[in-house]
């Protein structure tokens, strides 16, 4: 079937914001941590997280501005600190659950049973029960005009990983960690490796690697 | 294991590319099409394609600028039109081929046997081979500065689905479509529900649904 711009303008809004939010695919899924000046913690989820660049370490995510109460993005402008941690299949439930509107004074932490974790004086708060688990500083707050969002463009100071998921290559073997996908706005898939292929050249034939 | 910003600036090049590649969690796959004011058609793999907002329906997605050959931003800013169609299970190593760096003159279309196909007087090229498929318009393309890369913003004009895979509340199944995810540079997943939950409240418990 054909869904024209026009059609959809005229779908009910929860019904337009499912399909709309499924359109892109899969998205990655994770926590990101954060305090204000007074050590309040703050965990929020985010299915935006994006790879932006290797070479600085680079890191990006979507969220609305502050004309509503966006805790995450408060602090991130107050510290410059915040983490990004990978959700596992053993804490769906409590991740999914820090998308719920708490008030400033309550730690997201403490309402979903998620532990606080400092590592390396970083100064902003990690998930424990995270397996991979970054440390970024901000980089640019950059405002996407068309719809008044915020790309965050954070540089990776710190990584906490198992050693065990390092391939002898540099990969991340993100199944044996766990990780799961979001897909719409609230469902949750492990994945199951495919293939994995060789680099692409004109004229060349692929290999699996 | 902690790896430091001054351990990981270290790494050889590729190592470490490999591992930042990793760092976000699983990444949407998907195919843009795209054409010259010639006609001259292009198809390029991108994983880095995320939901921006759904009123208006956008969706976004980051290049390198044309300093280096970059067919898919050139034809955009010539036409303003492009597709974005998503990599399912029978479809993966076409779509990985299509990061070959073939010619100008070459089509990645042709090279790679996918099919272009043209819907509803769209100018720029679906994938006929892809079960969901959307024609897009460029609203914004804003520059990343920290590594002088791009976020394009499209507006979704249309699209192209199986209607069997639309779900009543307009979430759509996309284990049914067999899109796939992608981890590092070139793993490609496929997909198995966990779970789903219910809109989370403070103080309220969560439900599957």
Redesign the interface.
């Known amino acids: 079937?054909?869904?024209?711009?026009e059609t959809?303008f005229n779908?009910e809004?929860?019904?337009?914001?499912?399909?709309?939010?499924?359109?892109?695919?899969?998205?990655?899924?994770?926590l990101i941590g954060s305090q204000n000046k007074l050590n309040q913690s703050n965990l929020a989820i985010f299915?935006?997280?994006?790879?932006?660049?290797?070479?600085?370490?680079?890191?990006?995510f979507?969220t609305r501005p502050n004309s509503v109460p966006r805790h995450t993005l408060e602090n991130i402008k107050e510290t410059g600190k915040y983490t990004?941690n990978?959700?596992h299949?053993g804490i769906?439930?409590a991740a999914?659950?820090?998308?719920?509107?708490?008030?400033r004074e309550?730690s997201e932490f403490v309402?979903t049973g998620l532990t606080e974790e400092y590592?390396?004086n970083f100064t902003a708060p990690f998930v424990k029960e995270a397996h991979?688990k970054?440390g970024l500083q901000v980089?640019?707050v950059?405002p996407?005009?068309?719809?008044d969002?915020l790309?965050i463009?954070g540089?990776?100071?710190?990584?906490?990983?198992?050693?065990t998921c390092?391939?002898t290559?540099?990969?991340?073997n993100?199944?044996l960690l766990n990780?799961?996908?979001i897909?719409?706005?609230?469902?949750?898939?492990?994945?199951?490796?495919?293939?994995?292929?060789?680099?692409?050249?004109?004229d060349?034939p692929?290999r699996v690697?």
């Open positions: 079937m054909i869904i024209t711009k959809l779908y809004q929860r019904y337009r914001t499912q399909l709309v939010n499924s359109l892109n695919g899969y998205k990655s899924a994770n299915s935006s997280v994006i790879h932006l660049g290797s070479n600085p370490p680079l890191i990006g979507i990004i990978h959700i299949s769906i439930e999914h659950q820090t998308s719920a509107r708490y008030k309550k309402e590592i390396d991979l970054m980089k640019e950059l996407i005009t068309t719809n969002t790309l463009v540089e990776i100071e710190l990584i906490s990983l198992p050693e390092l391939e290559d540099g990969k991340i993100l199944e990780t799961v996908v897909s719409g706005l609230d469902m949750y898939h492990s994945t199951k490796k495919e293939t994995r292929l060789s680099y692409a050249k004109p060349l692929l690697i």
